[in-house]
């Protein structure tokens, strides 16, 4: 049964970038002796109100980016809510409490990212009007494009994965219109997804004729794409963080001040969509490219460091300025990746997998696979089977 000390975070879905931010909220709430209680919206026939009432809880985190709309009347009186990516509408309402993406600073690193001499326009593809993140990465990629003086097309489009078409047409008119070579910012992965779709349906070369740029950088989703997507990676983990620790003062300090949040983005991963700086780096892309021969035979950081020949803080500096991460995590993102690849064969062995990959415990790639994509192994080789294709 719910107790005194049960908090709520309210989503659509427990899937995708907002599996770190639960993770790391439900850390965060327990260290302070609270339990956090995640209400699916798209997963329950029930109406939200009854569900929050069932769980009578004393503070929640509410996802306002997943498009549920919202009600105050869903919630008690007195139960302080913190707004996680708030949409426009809540946005409007001046909440107390907001944790904010810092869409401006990645509408920042995705300009920086394309903005190169050959290109002869820019372009931001994302959600409608109605998307406040969305609108605050479009409005300053905007800006920044506007004042290089060449052509700026923002494209707003209500869409969805399951019927992508009017995205899609959306993208072959803009292709008919603007000068090419075009910088195209995706608001997101899935997006940008789209945005490769339609160049090779026009027969349009990837960064030749449109240099791309995504946002969320879950790794084997971007790596698998074709080319493989560069892509600005959000600090989800510390997301879930501000909110619950936000929250919990909320609730324990009923006169807390409103309080207004932004986590930063954590930086660009270079893929072969765009340009990218990495290419004027040999020695990063001479390390990237031993780390995916490699990183399955127990390869470590320290053996990246000796194959560059530099020194230890060298190469991390360098890795962390062209690939956007440090070498672990490039390390453990190869890994990863071949563990995927290995799940897709229905006749290897799940146990097995960890030593093929390069780890030597089966628990901890258990729990990092979990923490990564929200499931276990063994539930996403059935999801793929079920679904016939690659669950990332």
């Keep these: 049964m719910p107790s005194s000390k049960t908090l709520l975070f309210v989503t659509d879905l427990r899937a995708g970038s907002r599996i770190a931010v639960i993770t790391a909220a439900s850390g965060c709430a327990h260290a302070a002796g609270y339990e956090l209680e995640v209400v699916e919206a798209q997963r329950t026939a029930r109406p939200l109100g009854e569900i929050v009432a069932f769980w009578n809880p004393v503070g929640i985190i509410f996802n306002g980016s997943a498009g549920l709309g919202y009600r105050a009347e869903w919630f008690p009186k007195g139960v302080p809510v913190v707004h996680l990516d708030p949409d426009i509408d809540v946005a409007r309402m001046n909440p107390d409490y907001t944790v904010e993406n810092g869409d401006a600073a990645i509408g920042e690193l995705a300009f920086k990212a394309l903005d190169r ?8 593809v994302g959600w409608e ?8 990465r479009a409005d300053r990629f905007g800006e920044l494009a506007s004042k290089s003086g060449k052509p700026f097309f923002a494209l707003h489009v209500g869409w969805t994965m399951s019927d992508p078409q009017p995205l899609v047409d959306r993208l072959h008119r803009l292709f008919a219109e603007a000068p090419l070579p075009c910088g195209v910012f995706a608001a997101n992965d899935d ?3 789209v945005v490769l779709a339609v160049c090779r349906q026009e027969g349009l070369r990837v960064p030749d004729d449109v240099s791309l740029v995504g946002v969320d950088d879950m790794a084997p989703f971007c790596e698998h794409l074709s080319p493989p997507l ?24 009923p006169a807390l001040a409103p309080a207004h949040l932004v986590y930063p983005p954590c930086g660009v991963t270079y893929r072969d969509t765009t340009s990218a700086p990495v290419r004027a780096d040999p020695l990063v892309a001479k390390a990237l490219a031993h780390i995916r021969r490699h990183a ?12 560059m020949g530099v020194s230890e803080r060298t190469a991390e500096m360098r890795f962390r300025r062209h690939a956007g991460k440090s070498i672990t995590e490039c390390i453990t993102d190869a890994r990863l990746e071949r563990a995927l690849a290995c799940l897709a064969n229905p006749r290897q062995r799940i146990d097995a997998i960890a030593n093929l990959c390069g780890w030597s415990s089966p628990a901890h790639l258990k729990h990092l696979f979990k923490a ?17 294709e690659r669950r990332t």
């Design 230 to 253: 560069t892509s600005i990676a959000a600090d989800f983990p510390t997301a879930g963080r501000l909110a619950a620790q936000l929250l919990v003062k909320a609730v324990e300090n």
């Design 296 to 307: 399955t035979e127990g390869l470590r950081a320290a053996d990246v460091v000796a194959h």
């Design 372 to 388: 990564r994509f929200g499931c276990s192994m063994r539930d996403w080789r059935k999801a793929r089977n079920a679904n016939g």
């Design 129 to 136: 009007r109605s998307i406040n993140w969305s609108n605050t």
């Design 117 to 124: 001499p050959r290109c002869k326009s820019y372009a931001f």
């Design 191 to 193: 997006h940008a997804a």
